[in-house]
């Protein structure tokens, strides 16, 4: 079983920065796609960025990138989002999410989730 707990999440004007952290609790998290997601309020959960297992390789959907950066530490079984020039627009519950092997930007095809961290951006 993977648990995943994120955190980072806070209320920041517009063009400002976050870096979200999310805590992979598994023996060995190499062998994981880990991704980020976000839900804004009224609105479904989308897909934000995803970081592959061992090659590393990142994608990010369109309206995050080059603002975003996903990352990835194995040593310390943590994923990270740092985000810039935020906008009301990213405003979201962020959720990090986990499968085994390849990654996707399905949601439905991520087994494990966190309980998500909430991030506020005000104009």
């Known amino acids: 079983q993977v648990h995943l707990v994120e955190f980072g999440g806070d209320s920041v004007q517009a063009g400002g920065s976050l870096k979200l952290s999310c805590v992979v609790s598994k023996g060995t998290s190499s062998d994981l796609c880990l991704s980020w997601f976000r839900q804004a309020p009224g609105k479904e959960r989308e897909w934000v960025a995803h970081?592959?297992?061992?090659?590393?390789?990142?994608y990010y959907n369109h309206p995050v990138e080059g603002r975003f950066t996903i990352s990835r530490d194995n040593s310390k079984n943590m994923a990270y989002l740092q985000m810039e020039n935020l906008g009301p627009e990213d405003t979201a519950m962020y959720f990090c999410?986990?499968?085994?092997?390849?990654?996707?930007?399905?949601?439905?095809?991520?087994?494990?989730w966190g309980q998500g961290t909430q991030v506020t951006i005000s104009s």
């Open positions: 970081i592959s297992a061992t090659t590393e390789i990142t």
């Open positions: 999410a986990a499968r085994v092997y390849s990654c996707i930007d399905v949601e439905s095809l991520y087994p494990y």
